[in-house]
């Protein structure tokens, strides 16, 4: 029997080097990143979230649920334990993760994914909230982040950490075509600008 998947977007982080924007809501050749992520990921998910703090409204066109932290200086960590409470009181079995600056996930991701614990990789590099988390997980999230101190919270609060904990598996995948990395992340103008140039010929009929 296939488990019941939730999707959550990650759209809480702060963007200082883009100067505080949302960068969920960047356009990228006529579309947001954020409605790119929603697209791909609908199809293979039961239920969709956004994971992000401050006015919903902002988000307020997609339709979805917006979760906002409950546990404050918890990182993205604190976000995953929020999609997990409301991906379980949804009846879900997986969450999985994906952050909102991310625009090119490819369309077998939650399928590669499972089952859960897993994560992604490309090129090299770990991709620590592209990830599957089985929803029984919930728990011994909540218990990691729940006494933090100045001595626990740098390694209470990693990703990696709950990660190593589940003994996920890493999954490997391969460049888009074009040589595109499918978790290529917006974190500077730069990225944005290349993002856009590769969004705009992703989307051209060849």
């Not at 992520?37 to 401050?54: D, F, H, K």
């Amino acid at each position: 029997m296939m488990p019941r998947v939730a999707g959550l977007v990650m759209a809480g982080g702060e963007a200082r080097r883009m100067g505080g924007v949302d960068k969920p809501l960047l356009a990228l050749g006529g579309r947001t990143c954020l409605e790119r992520i929603i697209t791909t990921l609908r199809p293979c998910c039961t239920a969709l979230a956004i994971s992000a703090n401050g006015d919903p409204a902002r988000y307020a066109q997609w339709g979805l649920p917006v979760l906002a932290d409950r546990i404050a200086g918890a990182g993205p960590l604190a976000g995953v334990l929020r999609g997990l409470e409301w991906a379980q009181a949804a009846g879900c079995d997986v969450l999985v993760t994906v952050p909102g600056d991310t625009p090119f996930i490819p369309p077998d991701l939650v399928a590669r994914l499972l089952p859960a614990p897993s994560f992604a990789e490309s090129l090299g590099q770990r991709h620590s909230l592209v990830a599957a988390w089985p929803v029984t997980c919930r728990d011994m999230l909540a218990e990691q982040l729940a006494h933090l101190t100045p001595v626990t919270r740098r390694t209470a609060t990693r990703v990696r950490t709950l990660a190593e904990r589940l003994a996920a598996r890493a999954v490997t995948f391969d460049l888009l075509p074009g040589g595109v990395d499918p978790f290529m992340n917006i974190n500077t103008p730069a990225d944005h600008v290349t993002a856009r140039t590769l969004a705009e010929r992703m989307d051209t009929p060849q």
